[in-house]
């Protein structure tokens, strides 16, 4: 049988389908490449360390309902369940593409640092700068050293841990992507997003926005074709 890419998601609202939407569009994947697991969802039979065979990587989503420099004891009780996963998942190198608030958390599972800073926090599309490391990484294939990428996070990883590579920053943001070890790739983006997709999310959470002008934001949209290749080279390198 066939192995999956396992999706972790974070995601208690109508944006919880969308993300899954957008992923399986922007990776062109067929729905039966992907196995989506919510974390949040107390109902959801979550995968242990064990189960990783069964899978022949992991996507880990955003999440515009949790910040790690804010979260609940609740909410860090439910996503702490899965780091057993994760961390042998980052032992075994097995392949990863970790998205905004996933990037915060393998960071954060490593002790790297996180926290809110309002002079890195963005809302709209930033260009993305690689450094020479993330020229050369396959993750960046076919993509320039500078591209505009969609954006959308209050926290931020301020320290690296200490095995990880960076890969790319943008001028407000000193951290957008880092690398671990040969097959896991961490963004700060959002590279399953166009237009219409930041559209659907500023409106769900008008909070990302300063003084709520969702419009301005839009209005100064740039697009994103380079960003967009990103998962599709995740599927690519790895299916």
């Known amino acids: 049988m066939k192995k999956k890419i396992l999706v972790l998601q974070f995601r208690t609202d109508q944006s919880l389908k969308h993300e899954r939407d957008c992923i399986i569009k922007s990776g ?52 702490m369940k899965i780091k057993p996963l994760i961390k042998k998942a980052i032992n075994n190198d097995m392949p990863m593409l970790n998205i905004c608030f996933g990037h915060q958390l393998v960071a954060h599972f490593l002790s790297g640092v996180i926290k809110a800073d309002s002079k890195q926090a963005e809302t709209g599309t930033y260009k993305v700068f690689l450094n020479n490391n993330g020229k050369s990484c396959p993750i960046f294939k076919g993509i320039p050293k500078s591209f505009f990428a969609t954006l959308g996070h209050k926290d ?32 700060q983006f959002h590279p399953e997003l166009n237009k219409d997709g930041m559209k659907y999310r500023l409106k769900l959470f008008p909070s990302y926005a300063k003084e709520g002008n969702v419009d301005k934001i839009l209005n100064k949209y740039k697009e994103t074709p380079f960003a967009t290749k990103l998962v599709k080279n995740f599927k690519e390198l790895y299916m």
């Open 156 to 187: 931020s990883v301020m320290k690296l841990p200490n095995e990880a590579k960076l890969l790319a920053q943008s001028d407000r943001c000193g951290i957008q992507s880092y690398q671990i070890k040969n097959n896991i790739f961490c963004v």
């Open 28 to 79: 062109n994947f067929n729905k039966n490449d992907l196995h989506f697991i919510n974390v949040l969802n107390s109902k959801s039979k979550l995968p242990k360390a064990k189960d990783l065979s069964d899978y022949i990587g992991i996507i880990t989503g955003g999440s515009g309902q949790v910040d790690i420099s804010c979260w609940s004891k609740n909410i860090e009780a439910k996503i």
